[in-house]
């Protein structure tokens, strides 16, 4: 049977070029999003890929959603924690929920889905688990102190788990993107954005499926000896 395969925002950008990935490599996917309902429907209506809609942030909510999909599709094995979100200001300017916000999602939702999932993975000794990074955690971005503590967080959270899962057959990896041709990144504004792609090696913005052929890579059956690590992808733009 096939394993099941939860992508967090799943139904938009980077997600939803994973669950592709993911569903041409085999696997029974399942994306999770958290608001954007008719973007959610409209990616089901195309890909067959349900969708389940619930805050990775909320650790009752996502114990629960995890619960619900593995009697309603089947136990999950695999799991891309790739929901995020910025809240980019300068620290002056940054409020305390801008903070929090961003590392209950990126960083809190990284440990509520290895929490709904990972003692099953244990039992049945194969899991796989994907965290989505970001070049900004590794080298750290102006404007951006929530973020970049969070997705540095998501690398520190990646090797540590990863030593827990080794012996149970569970591989636990992190992808960090660069910047990629998404509305995350559309929404920086286009005199800054223009500064930032000057300095990409690649010369363009990476796209998602770019991205996702690095979780398929991680996710395979081949993947089992690779655990801990960190694959960038990020044109050349910071090497690590
Ligand atoms: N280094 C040093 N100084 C910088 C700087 C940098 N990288 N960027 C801006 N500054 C300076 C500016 O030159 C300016 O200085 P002056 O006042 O002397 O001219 C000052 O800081 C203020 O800059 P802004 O006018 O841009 O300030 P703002 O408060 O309006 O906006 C900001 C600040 C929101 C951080 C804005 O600069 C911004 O959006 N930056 C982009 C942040 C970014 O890259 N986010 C990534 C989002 S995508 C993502 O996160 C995905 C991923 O994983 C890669």
New binding site residues.
């Given amino acids: 049977m096939a394993h099941v395969a939860v992508v967090t925002g799943g139904t938009r950008g980077i997600g939803r070029a994973i669950c592709l990935s993911l569903q041409r490599d085999g696997f029974t996917v399942v994306a999770n999003y958290g608001g954007n309902d008719d973007k959610a429907r409209a990616f089901t209506d195309e890909t067959g890929i349900p969708a389940y809609k619930f805050d990775v942030g909320d650790h009752e909510a996502t114990l629960a959603a995890c619960e619900k999909i593995a009697d309603e599709v089947g136990v999950i094995d695999v799991v891309v924690n790739n929901a995020g979100i910025?809240r980019?200001?300068?620290l002056l300017?940054m409020s305390y929920e801008e903070w929090d916000d961003v590392m209950r999602t990126n960083l809190g939702g990284c440990f509520n889905m290895a929490k709904a999932t990972f003692a099953g993975m244990k039992e049945r000794k194969w899991g796989r688990i994907v965290n989505i990074g970001?070049?900004?955690g590794q080298a750290g971005?102006?404007?951006?102190v929530n973020?970049a503590a969070a997705?540095s967080g998501i690398h520190g959270f990646t090797k540590a788990l990863a030593q827990e899962g080794a012996r149970y057959g569970i591989t636990v990896n992190a992808i960090a993107?660069?910047?990629i041709d998404t509305d995350?990144?559309a929404a920086?504004?286009e005199n800054?954005l223009e500064k930032?792609v000057a300095k990409i090696p690649v010369g363009r913005l990476g796209q998602a499926s770019e991205i996702a052929r690095g979780v398929s890579f991680l996710a395979s059956e081949e993947g089992a000896f690779i655990t801990g690590s960190t694959l960038s992808i990020n044109g050349g733009q910071h090497m690590y």
Avoid: A, R
């Fill in positions: 910025t980019d200001g300068t300017k970001s070049i900004n971005q102006y404007g951006q973020y997705k993107p660069g910047y995350m990144v920086v504004p800054v930032i």
